[in-house]
DNA sequence: TCATGTTGTGAGACCGTTCCCACATCAAAT
DNA sequence: ATTTGATGTGGGAACGGTCTCACAACATGA
C-alpha cells in the first residue's frame, strides 16, 4: 500500500505541516506529535513519495548515464561496463539513483528521454553525435563526457592520457630489445584509438627506428573478432616481416590477435610479445596474462560522478578537463612473471 | 531552458487542456490550434515533465534493476552485465527507463531508494536477502526475479535449468570417455551452482562412475582468483588422482582452474580436459576455447523484462516460474575444434 | 421547430509533497 | 502590564501535468 503524507498525518492527529517537519527535520516540532508521527510512519511503512517532493523541489537526485554503441551490448563491456559501476557505486553513496540507457541510433530520443525525466545530470560515455550533446546544452542540464571524441568548448571531458601511453608502450617494447614491431591500431576515427597510436609512432620515430607504413594494420574495430581476424588476414605478411612484437591500441584486439597466434603455435613472449591497452580485467586472466596499459576506469567513473555532483550544486569547478595518467603493466606477454 | 505546459499555451493562445490535448493526442482538436501548438512547442524545444505526468498517471514508465553483488563490480559482470543489456535494450524499445543499483551490503535501503521513487516494477538479480523481497512484497510493486536463490511463493522467477545443464556436462565428458573426473564446484549456498553440481553427480552415479567426495573441491567463491588459487591449492592432490579431466559449476571458476594448470605445462585437453558453465563471451576467447553448457543470458533478460512489463499492465501471466534449457557448446578444452 | 449528436474549447480539481505565512502559546524581560 | 522572542501548529499556494466536466457552436434528422 502507498500512503500519503495526509493520510499519516490524519492518523497521528496532526497536519501534514507537521509530518514534513519531522520526515525533513527541520522547524520546530514537540516531541510528543514527533513520536507520535514517527510510529505511525513506522506501522504504515510509509514511504516518502519522490516525485511529488522532485516537483516542488525542483531536484530529483536521479543522474543519467548515456552508453553509446555501435552494435553489441555496452554494459558487460569490459571496459565500460567498469566505468558504469564506478559511477553506479558513487552515486549511491550519495543518495543518488541512476538512469542508465545504452544507445546505438537513434541518440537523440533517448536522451530526450532522461531530460523528459528530469534527471539532475547526465554522464555521457564513449563518442555521442554532435546532436545529442547540443540537445543536452540546449536544455541546460549539467554534464560530463567520459573517453568521448568531441571537443566541444566549456564542456568538462574525462580522458586518459592515451598520447603518453602509447609512448610508455613503445618504451616498455624498446626497452626489452624490441625494434621490429607491428601495431594493430584500432578505429582512428577514435580519439583514443589515434592518440595511442600516435604517442607510439612518435616514441618509435624519435628512437630512430620509425614505424613502416607496412607495419600497421587497422582492424575494423576494437574487438577481439576483428583482432584475430586482422592477425590472420595479415599472418603472410606478418611472418615475413620478422616482427619479435606486437602493439595494440586495446586489449580486445591484442588478445583477439594473440588467440591467433597460440593457434599458430607461436610462442609467447618467447617468439613474439604481445602488448594491449586498458587493461580490463581478463588482460590478467589471459594465458600468457597480458602486458598492458592500465587505464584506471574506476577512477574516471568516479571521477565522472565526483564532478557531476559539483555541477549539480553548482560549486566550483577548478578544471574543464580531467586527464588520468596511464600506467605500465607488465605480464607474462612481454616477459613478466605470471599472475601472483 | 524548461518550459510548462502553461508557457505553450499561453504562446499558442489556447488553453492548457487544449496543449494536453494535443500532446497527448487524444479527444477533439481543431488542425488550426493544433497545428500551432505543435509549432510553438518545437519552437521552444519544450520537452514534457514526466514527473508531472507520473503523479498524475500513477505510473513512471521507470523500472528498476537491483543487483546484489558480494564485493565486486557488477554491471561489468560477464554474467549479470550482459543479463543487464538485455534489460535495458528490451525496456527502451517499450518506452521504460532503467534505475540500476548494484547493492552490496544495505539491500534494503536501496530497494527503499527505488520504491520512493515509485518505479513501475522491479527485476531483482541474484540472491537477495529475504527482507528485501519482503520489503517489495509489502510495498505492492511487480517484481520479477532472475537467477535468485530464494524459493518465494508466487513470485515470477526466471531461472535455467542446471541440474539438467549439469546432467549435460556429465553427459559430454563421459561420452568423451572420462572416468575419472574433477570437480569444481562454487558455493553451494548459491542454487545455480547446487543444482549443477547436482545434476552432475547424479549422472555420474547412473552411469555407476560415482564421484568419490575427495574429487569434489570447493572454492570459496564463483570467482577466477579462487579457481585459480583453489587447483593451486589441490595440485599434488589433483595429480595422483589422475583425473583426465575437470568440470567446474561456471565458466569463471574454470578458467582460473585452466590458467593454473597451463602455467604447470599441462596440455589441455591431452592431458586433462576443462569444461565450465555459462558461456560468457570469454570462454570462446581463451585458449584453449572452454568447452561450456550456455545458459543464455540475453533471452533471460528479455524475458525478464517482458514478463514484468506484464504484471505491469496486470494482463495474465501463465506460469509462475520460467526455466531456460542450457545448450552444450564444445570448444577446443575439450577436445572441440577452434573458434571459427 | 426542436431534440440529438458531433466537434471543439477552457475551467478547475487533483496527484503528494514543500514551504511560506499567519497565528497561538508561553516564558522572560522591560 | 506589555513587549519580545522562542516554540509549535495548521492552512494553503505552489510544482506541471491529466482528465472530467460544463458548455458553446453548428449540423443533422424527425
Known amino acids: 500500500m502507498e500512503y500519503t503524507i495526509k493520510e499519516i498525518a490524519l492518523r497521528a492527529g496532526v497536519s501534514k505541516s507537521t509530518v514534513s517537519r519531522v520526515i525533513s527535520d527541520k522547524g520546530y516540532t514537540s516531541l510528543e ?50 566505468i558504469l559501476d564506478a559511477i553506479l557505486t558513487s552515486a549511491a553513496r550519495l543518495n543518488y539513483s541512476v538512469f542508465v540507457t545504452t544507445d546505438h541510433e537513434m541518440s537523440v530520443r533517448s536522451s530526450d528521454f532522461m531530460l523528459e525525466k528530469r534527471v539532475d545530470g547526465l554522464i555521457l560515455i564513449s563518442r555521442l553525435q554532435q546532436n545529442v550533446i547540443e540537445n543536452i546544452q540546449n536544455f541546460g542540464v549539467p554534464y560530463i563526457m567520459v573517453n568521448g571524441s568531441t571537443d566541444v568548448d566549456g564542456v568538462i571531458h574525462i580522458v586518459g592520457r592515451d598520447e603518453e601511453g602509447g609512448r610508455k608502450a613503445a618504451d616498455h617494447l624498446t626497452s626489452l630489445g624490441h625494434r621490429n614491431i607491428y601495431v594493430l591500431a ?97 588482460a590478467a586472466m589471459f594465458s600468457p596474462s597480458l602486458t598492458t ?31 588520468f595518467e596511464p600506467e605500465l603493466i607488465v605480464r607474462q606477454s612481454t616477459g613478466g612473471k605470471h599472475l601472483g
Open 33 to 82: 506529535a514527533r513520536e507520535k508521527v514517527l510510529q505511525v510512519i513506522q506501522e504504515l511503512k510509509y514511504k516518502p513519495n519522490a516525485l511529488a517532493r522532485a516537483m516542488v523541489s525542483q531536484r530529483t537526485y536521479n543522474i543519467g548515464v548515456l552508453i553509446y554503441r555501435r552494435h553489441h551490448p555496452i554494459a558487460s563491456h569490459p571496459f565500460y561496463g567498469k
Open 186 to 282: 584500432g578505429p582512428q576515427t577514435h580519439r583514443s584509438h589515434h592518440l595511442r597510436l600516435k604517442g607510439f609512432r612518435h616514441y618509435m620515430e624519435h628512437q630512430e627506428t620509425p614505424l613502416a607504413a607496412s607495419s600497421i594494420a587497422y582492424p575494423g574495430a576494437s574487438t577481439f573478432e576483428e583482432g584475430y581476424s586482422t592477425m590472420q588476414k595479415q599472418w603472410d605478411h606478418f611472418r615475413s616481416g620478422k616482427y619479435s612484437a606486437i602493439f595494440a591500441t586495446n586489449d580486445m584486439i591484442a588478445l583477439g590477435a594473440m588467440k591467433f597466434l597460440l593457434e599458430q603455435s607461436v610462442r609467447i613472449p618467447e617468439q613474439v610479445a604481445v602488448m594491449g591497452f586498458d587493461d580490463i580485467d581478463f
Open 293 to 323: 596499459i592500465r587505464v584506471n576506469m574506476e577512477e574516471m567513473g568516479t571521477q565522472a560522478f565526483t564532478m557531476l555532483d559539483r555541477l549539480i550544486r553548482k560549486e566550483q569547478v577548478a578544471e574543464s578537463n580531467m586527464e
